[in-house]
């Protein structure tokens, strides 16, 4: 049974609380930094300091009144220290605040993400240990190509979440940044050193050459690498999907005791997880659009961005680490069928050795194009006719000529097939 999720971690940064608690961190950590600069006495910093608190029903009220949620918090804030108050937020602009919390929160959920990813990666790589040497079949058209090993598909999965967790890293190092620079980030009214010191305390570094806002082709690509994320989540579930048809039967989600596939048909067991991660990964593609949309603001700024990033913060976030979770505990708990991988192999009846024959046929002096028109005859014949391929090529009398009967059977030898697994997987393993 797949443990339910819970979005508490992940929820908990994006509260209204919690938001509240950044930005009363921001409006104290810029007042000590005033205190350094001699423009707040070190008393009323003091008080500050000590009496500042967020109440969360006040600042409501005056949001209601004002349409201005920092006004209204530092309003509220106010009401708790007293005639100090008149120097909190002195120099500031609302998206010093804003934008600063914004990366603070970004920058939370991004080290929670890279925690998933590397959960995933570690599942992923004792998978594909346990599955190195279990052949299955290769497709590529949906048609069966020629044999693999299921540890090898696992090894793409594992060398692709490799580098979403790189890019992720990076997409972390890039949102984390916030500006206090003033009303168009001219430090007009506050110097850089008070941003360096409140930044420096944040954790985060300065945006380059701010305006009002931090420039938002930073939270562009943060939301694209989610997004991308997503893809390869959706990848993995769509796989998953195609493994678990009742034609192939190679895999099958995990399925609990007393689960039900079809409120119709007892028989079911439907791809019920997958398909919902597929689903949730056309949201996040979607999250990746809309943070697109808001690179180009008028002039220094306008207020377009903001409706979009409250809505795609946490949600973009919040379904990442629901869609990495889900798909972590369908790997664990993945059933995988190599007798019937065995058995899709020897399905199509030893064609899937046609390259062989092909090339064992052009070393023997025959032209490609000949060689490959006699290789297709017998391979689409023994496919339509239900025979064996092996058998069937043995019979024409140009290979015949060309190929000792010793020769064409060596060339139907599985183990060749695969021998190249084990590298590739030790070469993917040790990145």
């Known amino acids: 049974m797949i443990p339910r999720y819970s979005r508490q971690k992940m929820a908990s940064i994006w509260s209204d609380l919690s938001r509240w608690e950044v930005w009363l961190q921001i409006e104290i950590l810029a007042c000590e930094a005033l205190v350094q600069e001699e423009k707040i006495p070190t008393a009323a910093f003091q008080k500050i300091k000590a009496r500042a608190k967020i109440n969360p029903k006040r600042i409501e009220e005056i949001e209601a009144q004002t349409r201005h949620d920092v006004i209204a918090f530092v309003s509220a804030v106010g009401e708790t220290v007293g005639p100090e108050s008149r120097y909190i937020h002195m120099g500031l602009t609302s998206s010093d605040v804003l934008d600063t919390s914004f990366g603070v929160q970004l920058k939370k959920a991004g080290h929670l993400l890279e925690g998933d990813l590397n959960k995933i990666i570690d599942v ?46 990076q997409a972390v190092e890039t949102i984390s940044v916030g500006k206090i620079s003033g009303a168009v980030g001219t430090y007009a009214q506050i110097s850089p050193a008070v941003e360096k010191f409140v930044l420096g305390k944040l954790g985060l570094k300065p945006e380059t050459a701010p305006t009002q806002v931090v420039s938002r082709d930073r939270h562009a690509f943060y939301f694209s690498v989610l997004a991308g994320i997503a893809n390869s989540i959706e990848k993995i579930a769509v796989e998953i999907r195609h493994l678990a048809r009742t034609e192939i039967g190679e895999v099958a989600e995990p399925f609990g005791k007393g689960q039900k596939g079809s409120s119709a048909m007892p028989h079911k067991r439907n791809p019920i997880l997958t398909e919902n991660v597929t689903g949730l990964a056309r949201l996040l593609r979607g999250y990746a659009v809309a943070a697109g949309e808001n690179v180009a603001l008028w002039h220094e700024r306008d207020i377009s961005h903001s409706s979009v990033e409250r809505v795609i913060g946490p949600d973009a976030t919040i379904l990442l680490d629901f869609m990495i979770d889900r798909m972590t505990q369908v790997l664990q708990g993945l059933e995988v069928y190599p007798k019937k991988m065995k058995q899709n192999i020897e399905a199509t009846r030893g064609v899937v050795f046609s390259q062989e024959v092909l090339l064992a046929l052009v070393k023997k002096g025959l032209s490609r194009e000949s060689a490959y028109k006699i290789v297709q005859k017998h391979a689409l014949t023994a496919l339509k006719n239900g025979g064996d391929f092996q058998t069937q090529i043995a019979k024409d009398p140009t290979v015949q000529k060309k190929l000792k009967s010793e020769e064409l059977k060596n060339i139907f030898n599985w183990s060749r097939k695969l021998k190249n697994i084990h590298s590739i997987i030790e070469r993917t393993l040790n990145l």
């Open 124 to 169: 992923l790589k004792k998978l594909v240990r346990r599955y190195e040497k279990t052949p299955m079949m290769g497709r590529t058209h949906g048609i069966h190509a020629e044999p693999i090993t299921f540890g090898l598909k696992l090894a793409t999965w594992y060398a692709e979440m490799k580098r979403q967790l790189e890019r992720l890293q």
